[in-house]
């Protein structure tokens, strides 16, 4: 089956502009987590939500990051006024279950953020 | 806080020599730990999981991992190193209370060579 898809697969924007990056889940999967990678680093976590709402955001930096999930089902990362310092690999994960052993997180492509 | 710590950024092996990757982690609660591999370009897959089930996991392309409380280590190993396994392998962590995220290791980079 399809599994985890973001779109775009890269952006280019210029530094103080706006940014959506999209997450699409692999289906029937009620929890969704967005990760942030840096060049050298590994992930780390953004935000998770369960079915509509954030179950957790403490990973987001600042409040110019912002994620929806409106539907239970695909999610939107939003960046505004982009800084150079956003500039990331950033990452999608879903699972079907929350929590417990048999939770397990299947990871998208990513979208790759350059800010100029 | 959970965190993981990866020992050696670049790890290189011969084709055919034993792979040896490790992972400590630090959890305030008995934790759940994964080994990821990234290729290039490519997202995170899953190689394989500890919970708590066995501490000898086997995972998919003949990798395998020991869970070690008594060492907090959970490393990853593999007989004979193929070409093909060359990428980023990253270690993570969950199971803090309230904290479904998971913490990852700084990932190490394997070199195969010829």
């Known amino acids: 089956g399809a599994g985890v898809s973001q779109t775009p697969s890269n952006k280019v924007t210029e530094k103080g502009k706006y940014v959506e990056l999209r997450c699409d889940p692999i289906s029937g999967h009620t929890a969704l987590y967005w990760y942030r990678q840096s060049l050298g680093q590994g992930p780390e976590f953004l935000i998770y939500?369960?079915?509509?709402?954030?179950?957790?955001d403490s990973g987001l930096p600042n409040d110019r990051f912002f994620a929806v999930r409106p539907e239970g089902s695909v999610s939107t990362l939003k960046i505004q006024r982009t800084e150079r310092g956003d500039s990331a690999v950033y990452l999608c994960?879903?699972?079907?279950?929350?929590?417990?052993?048999?939770?397990?997180?299947?990871f998208g492509p990513g979208t790759r953020l350059l800010v100029l | 806080a959970q965190s993981v710590t990866q020992l050696g950024s670049h790890v290189s092996v011969s084709e055919g020599a034993l792979v040896l990757l490790r992972c400590n982690y630090s959890?305030?609660?008995?934790?759940?730990l994964f080994w990821y591999v990234q290729y290039p370009n490519q997202g995170l897959q899953l190689l394989l999981k500890?919970?708590?089930?066995?501490?000898l996991v086997k995972g998919i392309n003949g990798f395998e991992a020991e869970f070690k409380k008594s060492e907090t280590s959970f490393h990853l190993t593999k007989p004979s190193a193929h070409m093909s396994d060359a990428a980023e392998y990253f270690c993570a962590v969950s199971g803090d209370t309230g904290r479904r995220a998971l913490t990852f290791g700084s990932g190490t980079r394997l070199q195969v060579q010829p």
């Open positions: 994960a879903s699972s079907p279950q929350v929590g417990g052993p048999e939770e397990t997180q299947y």
């Open positions: 939500f369960q079915g509509t709402g954030a179950a957790d």
């Open positions: 500890y919970t708590s089930a066995a501490t």
């Open positions: 959890s305030s609660v008995p934790p759940y």
